[in-house]
């Protein structure tokens, strides 16, 4: 609307304008280049020959493509037990994340919840003091969570802030008139909730499954504390020994020399940057109109 | 009598209150349940720092012993260091990665077309949803001194072949400018926010006066969202002792260990690889003091400044 309005005026754009607006296209072209082109060149070089990558003939396009890097990363069985992992951390941690939030955000939209003031007290003081790493781990192992997938999936299962957007989501978009409305009528609060609340909230639900599941998908800290077993492990700790640890030698028990070797670990790196980042960046923009929503709702005070 | 009488009523009241209330208690209670389990449990838990902790005793069990493990954490040398570390890093990061955000929304907002503003916003929200781990390791390939392409651009250039991700003098730089092509384009979101509700009546009104938009930008944009600014910029002063260890942690080798020893990394080394449980909780419990007294303080200082406050 505001650009509708500056168009209607263009008679009136000066050349110190127009000189403005040159150069904030430039700058804002060579921001998308600067973060577009390292995961572009991920990509490329992913599906390059090592050699031609290693010796920076890489540039702009693949050369001599070749699928090898990938055929390694799916023919790892580890690779498939991580992402399959993460896909059960993810979702099951995201289901209770979404559980535990929406339930707590309605009880403090209803009006005259004679408790709200409390409660809220009570789910603010996490957000500013914490145990820290010790207690916490203590507490874990006292429950008996160590080394197990219920403490991935337990573990961050309420984000606090995200409980506050949540109400500001049921706020904006649940009428007062209609839950009291019902409430009169004799509907109960289970039933305000469930067949009011949650349908009229899908979109603000759609905004928290994202913010949780890139949580839970990008998740390392937990699985490098919490898990011995191997067998657990997370795609971000599977990532970790390739990426940064250089354990990347089951992945060519068929490859004898050491030079040949260092070649497919560096194939390897790069298709794994992209074979567990894909999900996440194909899935976001689909969703960026919700979730900006969110993020602006959220950010209004209180 | 009278008294007797009150109370009657006031407990028919809360007999009432209780059976309306009931299934909002029964609602809130798995937040209730957990934030009691995985917060509040540990925050009593705290108590360690001040006891010599012993496994069998478990934490109420075990002796107490005053200010020990701080006393301890403060002569040692670990102290310094990684204090001095943890804020050089913090304030580098604040002074580079809290203006970036905020400019980039100027930019965005001045778009006069709709679909190019979009693609940016696309675009740079991207890095937001990759993994630390993918950051990190995609730093380690593209600035390999042998075979990344940073490198391999910066010898065509007549540079000198650099160890960026090795060296320590990199490791401040590497740090803060991965985290601002992480995420000043998620960042921005919230003061392309406060800029939408910018009254267009302005933007008219100064155009009449034969404002330039650049201008525009510098007595309308930037004066509304000054607000939201203050506000991020205590909640950022509260953080500043805790960057968190994921990165730092990832990005250490021997080599910059000097350097890229923050607290964070230092607390979860001594505490889950050492097993110094009470000492890690010292150091632990040692920032989020120093947390909460930025926080409280850059908030009183705002209160009194800009009249803008977290509560």
């Given amino acids: 609307m505001k650009h509708a309005v500056l168009n209607r005026r263009k008679i009136r754009r000066t050349s110190g304008d127009i000189l403005f607006d040159t150069v904030n296209y ?7 280049l600067i973060v577009l082109y390292p995961l572009y060149f991920v990509a490329i070089a992913s599906f390059s ?48 994340n979404i559980s535990l939030t929406m339930t707590v955000a309605y009880t403090l939209t209803v009006h005259r919840f004679s408790i709200k003031k409390i409660l ?24 008996g969570l160590e080394n197990t997938r219920l403490a991935l999936i337990i573990l961050n299962g309420l984000n606090v802030m995200n409980a506050i957007i949540a109400r500001s989501f049921i706020r904006s978009s649940v009428p007062q008139e209609l839950s009291e409305a019902a409430e009169i009528d004799g509907c109960s609060h289970f039933g305000i909730f469930f067949r009011i609340v949650l349908p009229l909230t899908k979109a603000g639900i759609a905004v928290l499954v994202l913010y949780y599941a890139v949580a839970h998908w990008n998740e390392y800290m937990l699985a490098l504390i919490y898990l011995r077993n191997p067998k657990l492990y997370s795609l971000q700790i599977i990532l970790r020994e390739i990426l940064l640890q250089n354990q990347a030698q089951d992945f060519m028990d068929d490859i004898v020399s050491a030079t040949e070797k260092q070649r497919a670990a560096e194939l390897i790196k790069y298709g794994v940057v992209i074979v567990s980042s894909l999900p996440m960046l194909i899935l976001y923009p689909f969703l960026q109109k919700y979730f900006v929503k969110g993020t602006l709702i959220g950010s209004i005070k209180g | 009598m009278k008294n007797n009488r009150r109370g009657m009523l006031n407990g028919k009241k809360l007999k009432r209150t209780i059976t309306r209330e009931w299934q909002l208690y029964l609602l809130a209670l798995p937040a209730v349940i957990y934030l009691f389990l995985f917060h509040y449990v540990p925050m009593y838990g705290v108590q360690i720092a001040f006891k010599d902790f012993v496994a069998i005793k478990g934490i109420e069990g075990s002796p107490w012993v005053g200010f020990k ?5 403060f002569s040692t040398y670990m102290f310094e260091r990684a204090f001095s570390n943890t804020l050089i890093l913090s304030f580098m990061g604040l002074l580079i990665g809290f203006p970036v955000p905020i400019i980039l929304a100027l930019l965005l907002n001045q778009l006069p077309g709709k679909k190019f503003k979009k693609t940016v916003q696309t675009v740079t929200y991207a890095p937001h949803f990759i993994s630390l781990v993918v950051i990190v390791g995609m730093m380690t390939l593209l600035f390999s001194p042998n075979t990344g392409i940073v490198n391999k651009a910066l010898v ?20 803060v400018l991965s985290g601002v092509w992480q995420s000043a384009g998620w960042g921005s979101i919230i003061y392309l926010a406060a800029l939408s509700s910018v009254d267009m009546g302005l933007y008219e009104a100064a155009r009449m006066d034969g404002c330039s938009r650049f201008g525009l930008v510098l007595h309308i944009d930037i004066p509304s969202i000054i607000p939201t600014c203050v506000i991020m910029f205590i909640m950022e002063m509260g953080r500043l002792m805790s960057l968190g260890y994921q990165k730092a942690y990832l990005m250490q080798n021997d080599l910059n260990l000097s350097v890229s020893e923050i607290i964070d990394t230092y607390t979860y080394k001594v505490g889950l690889i050492n097993n110094k449980f009470s000492y890690s909780s010292a150091i632990g419990l040692f920032t989020s003091v120093v947390n909460i007294i930025l926080l409280v303080g850059a908030n009183t200082l705002s209160r009194k400044v800009t009249e803008e406050s977290l509560w």
């Fill in chain 1, 26 to 32: 430039i700058i804002l072209a060579l921001v998308m």
């Fill in chain 1, 49 to 96: 020959e090592p050699n031609m990558v290693n010796t920076g003939q890489v540039v702009l396009l693949p050369k001599s493509p070749s699928l090898d890097g990938y055929r390694r990363i799916f023919n790892n069985a580890k690779i498939w037990n991580g992402y399959y992992n993460t896909i059960l951390y993810t979702v099951a941690g995201t289901a209770l």
């Fill in chain 1, 120 to 143: 809220l007290v009570y789910l603010m003081i996490p957000v500013y003091f914490s145990g820290g790493l010790i207690p916490t781990f203590l507490q874990v192992k006292a429950l």
């Fill in chain 2, 69 to 73: 493990h701080f006393e301890r954490f």
């Fill in chain 2, 156 to 175: 065509q250039l007549g540079g000198q072949k650099t160890n960026f991700m090795g060296e320590a003098k990199y490791f401040r730089w590497m740090y």
